[in-house]
């Protein structure tokens, strides 16, 4: 008998996740959790949100799910791992205590400063005015973040002082991200490519993958805003051994 297997959410990550492992001969039944239209070709979609997870638990113990695949990070921070966990369940994802590092961007930045990783310099706010008159002291460009979960969409790289007002608006007054723009982070800029150094971590072992590198910006020239991917690939030859040495050390 082969493995059971729930992919839970409903992009384009969970369509390349569930495109991989339906090509795997281990496997005997993959469902996805809500997926979507390309998900629906190698695998049977199932109507739970993916932040459900009561639902969620009670399918997988109802299909005798063999081991359940996370991919967006609401339902992580949500507790979906730990609730699985408790339950006997097998789950690829972090609990809640590790996706607050991705779940709230003050707290991941307190991480990486007591770790003593080099990070752009930045500070908190949860107030408009105070957030315009640090703008207006330090200049610009710099970079605006809501702390919280914004679907890869509550970050604005401000080249002026227009574009930080109304990116500032945006998140604590017009509070467009709710709760996960009531605070922003105004962080340094930063110049050059961008890459994703990535790992696997258990039980005090690191197992480095190959680094990606992926484009946000809607439309074409990186003229629009920030999204949560508009595509992306791996390996990155921007990244050479010694960086990768060094993600494997951090």
């Given at each position: ?52 997870v ?53 707290f991941?930045?307190?991480i ?21 008159a ?8 710099l ?61 005090g ?8 590198q ?23 030859p ?13």
């Open positions: 008998m082969g493995l059971r297997v729930l992919v839970v959410g409903s992009g384009g990550r969970e369509h390349a996740l569930a495109w991989a492992m339906a090509r795997s001969p281990l496997l005997e039944k993959l469902f996805c959790a809500p997926g979507n239209a390309g998900t629906a070709s190698v695998a049977q979609n199932v109507g739970l949100r993916a932040e459900d009561p639902g969620l638990r009670e399918l997988a113990l109802r299909e005798r799910i063999d081991l359940t695949v996370v991919g967006p990070e609401a339902p992580l921070v949500a507790g979906l791992a730990d609730d699985f966990r408790a339950h006997g369940l097998i789950v690829f994802g972090p609990g809640t205590a590790g996706a607050r590092i991705e779940g709230s961007k003050t991941a930045k307190e990486v400063n007591a770790a003593g990783v080099p990070t752009g310099a930045a500070a908190e706010f949860t107030m408009f005015r105070s957030a315009m640090f703008v207006e002291e330090q200049g610009t460009p970079v605006v973040k809501a702390d919280g979960l914004a679907a890869g969409k509550g970050v604005f790289v401000a080249m002026n002082r227009s574009e930080a007002e109304e990116a500032l608006r945006a998140c604590l007054v017009e509070r467009r991200f709710g709760d996960a723009g009531s605070t922003v982070l105004l962080e340094e800029y930063l110049e050059g490519e961008e890459a994703s150094l990535l790992a696997l971590v258990s039980d072992h690191v197992l480095p993958l190959a680094p990606a992926d484009y946000k910006r809607a439309l074409d020239g990186d003229r629009g805003p920030n999204t949560g991917g508009m595509g992306s690939y791996s390996p990155v921007a990244v050479d051994a010694q960086t990768a040495d060094f993600s494997t050390r951090v």
